[in-house]
């Protein structure tokens, strides 16, 4: 008899361990997705931000916006990039030339993810 009350308080503990390993693998993959969302809106960002003051993309606004190939050289119809482990993600930039100010150009870069998950970045430029 107190064998199987042994028994089953065990298993009971068992069950708990489970659920919880099963909530972690559920956050350690919306994590991966934030992460993997965050760090393809931050690198899109920067690669736009780096770009010279006088280039052609800040000088009007580019509404609605416009897709990003993850490729720095062009423009792409199909914007979307698949990562590892994260899903397929699309991205695309919105650039409005004199926002906030004259001779500046505010950037706004959305990147969707799996599961609807979407981030937008918003950066600023000083546009010569």
């Not at 006088?54 to 119809?77: N, S």
């Not at 950037?107 to 981030?119: I, S």
């Amino acid at each position: 008899m107190e064998f199987l009350v042994a028994i089953t308080i065990f298993s009971i503990g068992l069950l708990a361990i489970a659920g919880l390993q099963i909530t972690s693998i559920q956050h350690n993959a919306r994590a991966n997705t934030q992460s993997s969302t965050t760090a393809l809106a931050r690198g899109i960002l920067e690669n736009i931000l780096s770009r010279a003051g006088d280039d052609a993309l800040f000088d009007a606004d580019t509404d609605p916006a416009q897709p990003w190939d993850f490729d720095p050289a062009t423009l792409d119809p199909d914007p979307t990039t698949t990562v590892e482990g994260g899903g397929t993600y699309s991205a695309s930039f919105r650039i409005l030339a004199g926002n906030p100010a004259a001779g500046m150009a505010r950037v706004e870069v959305t990147v969707n993810g799996p599961n609807r998950r979407t981030l937008t970045l918003t950066g600023f430029k000083r546009a010569i």
